[in-house]
């Protein structure tokens, strides 16, 4: 599984929790922050990429998107199309017609 886009707080908090689980592997991360995303790839044994297109291009299974819910909509659509597994914290989208949209996309 890889987290990003976003490896800030939550997703720290969230990482923590699935590293616990026997059939999860936390194997990439990526962040608008390329310090933040190493920092956290860092800690949890991790590749840091600086984009979801390489982070989809080492082979993950799923993405966990852990970002502001005004930064939801665009940051879904690469891993959708890609057939990734998708795990997004917080709203689908910053306000309902987004989100509508956006789940009838994938």
Not at 11 to 19: D, E, F, G, P, S
């Given at each position: 599984m890889a987290i990003?886009?976003?490896?800030?707080?939550?997703?720290?908090?969230?990482?923590?929790?699935?590293?616990?689980?026997?059939?999860?592997?936390?194997?990439?991360a990526t962040d608008r922050d390329p310090a933040r995303a190493r920092e956290f790839a860092r800690t949890f044994g991790a590749t840091a990429f600086s984009d979801v297109t390489g982070l989809l291009a080492s082979g993950v299974d799923a993405v966990y998107v852990c970002v502001p819910p005004s930064g939801h909509g665009q940051l879904e659509y690469e891993p959708a199309a890609a057939g990734v597994a998708l795990f997004v914290e917080k709203p689908l989208g910053p306000d309902e017609a987004t989100a509508e949209s956006d789940r009838h996309r994938g």
């Open positions: 990003g886009p976003g490896a800030g707080g939550v997703a720290t908090r969230h990482a923590t929790v699935l590293a616990g689980f026997d059939d999860v592997e936390l194997v990439a």
